[in-house]
């Protein structure tokens, strides 16, 4: 047995270090400093946005989009199904109803249909949604004129989570930078990386400089402690923010390894009928943060992607099902859905295969190698 495969494992830089011991060495060793504020400054630069502020998570980030536009008790959410948990839940933190939206065939993400659907819907009712949350899915844009009209047209704004889409482009412009707010993620799984982390973006600089007070627990200006706001503990640690411009030197470099990986995979596996790959739209530039299959059993005399899963765990190869979607998790059983699941039958079928930037030719054969085995 090889070494293990991990499905997307933090791959570090040269500098990274070097970031880390300037906190360490000037003891800034708290949620501001210069690195904070630098990797704000990087962060800027390559998305085109002109305001940033860096948290804990890119869950704080969506939190605090949320407060941003006035989300609050029993307002509607109009939210992808087809995503990660963190995506969804704070719009539960803030006492709100989220609302899914399913999946379209092109892309994997929102379906613009269902979306307007949903919209003329509630605004019938009364209940116009407080916001929109689109989401990049695995690095993939999402359709984003179609969605952008229709929230220009009920006046809705957007809220749109680039949390595993740094690095892709939609229109040449960089994800995070259409919506009214973006958010990014550097958890450890993404496509760089703090260990933990996130970051809002807006041009709206109003947004980021509450957002910056309210991540730090709301202290008013004063020589005592005094607030006027509920606050949060959401900042970043200048620790963490040294990695983080660290890793925004590389990250150009990771895109390129990552989509790499998914030229490897898709060239290699092309002759497997029965498995199929995520598409890329042509005015769409997708960071290929982490390859997925659809494997169709009808196509592969009745292997699933779940066989695919547990023969790759034999040899201690890990890969993943696509994203569950929200409106078959337990948790949002009683939240309302506009689809017709796509985005559940893209669950019963894909599969993220391993995709780190650090894989080696070695370990890419392995997997390769280890997916053809079951079809011979
Ligand atoms: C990772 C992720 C998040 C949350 O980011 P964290 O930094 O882990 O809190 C949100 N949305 C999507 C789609 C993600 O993949």
């Known amino acids: 047995m090889g070494n293990k495969i991990w499905l997307s494992s933090p791959h570090m830089g040269h500098a990274e270090k070097t970031f880390v011991d300037e906190a360490f060495a000037t003891n800034w060793i708290a949620p501001l400093g210069a690195n904070v504020d630098g990797f704000e ?99 993939m844009p999402a359709k984003l004129d179609s969605i952008l009209q229709i929230a220009a047209r009920y006046e809705i704004p957007v809220i749109e989570d680039a949390a595993e889409a740094l690095g892709s482009t939609y229109n040449n412009k960089a994800c995070g930078s259409f919506g009214d707010l973006g958010i990014l993620s550097f958890n450890g799984n993404k496509i760089i ?92 530039f997708s960071n290929r943060w982490l390859t997925c ?3 169709d059993p009808q196509k592969t005399n009745g292997i699933t992607r779940e066989d695919i899963r547990l023969h790759l765990e034999k040899d201690t190869i890990e890969s993943r099902p696509l994203w569950k979607p929200m409106h078959l998790q337990p948790v949002f059983a009683g939240a309302a859905f506009f689809g017709t699941d796509v985005s559940g039958k893209l669950f019963e079928k894909g599969l993220c295969l391993p995709s780190g930037s650090n894989l080696s030719d070695a370990d890419l054969n392995r997997v390769v190698l280890r997916i053809k085995e079951l079809f011979v």
């Open 41 to 139: 400054k990087d962060i800027c630069a390559y998305t085109g946005v002109p305001h940033a502020a860096v948290l804990s998570s890119g869950t704080a980030a969506i939190h605090l989009a949320l407060i941003m536009l006035g989300v609050a008790k029993d307002d509607i959410v109009l939210c992808q199904s087809f995503t990660f948990s963190a995506s969804a839940n704070p719009i539960i933190y803030q006492g709100a109803t989220p609302v899914f939206i399913d999946s379209e065939q092109d892309t994997w993400n929102m379906d613009p249909q269902m979306l307007e659907k949903a919209i003329q819907q509630y605004v019938s009712a009364g209940k116009k949604p407080k916001a929109i949350i689109p989401v990049h899915l695995y690095g």
């Open 193 to 284: 990386t703090t260990s933990s982390g996130g970051a809002l973006i807006s041009e709206n600089e109003s947004w980021i400089i509450k957002a910056k007070f309210l991540s730090t627990q709301a202290r008013d200006h004063a020589p005592h402690y005094q607030h006027s706001h509920i606050g949060y503990n959401y900042r970043m640690s200048n620790i963490l923010a040294g990695i983080g411009r660290g890793q925004m030197l590389v990250l150009d470099e990771r895109v390129k390894q990552r989509r790499s990986n998914y030229t490897f995979y898709q060239t290699a596996l092309k002759e497997i009928p029965g498995i199929t790959f995520q598409p890329e739209a042509t005015n769409s």
């Open 293 to 295: 299959i659809l494997v």
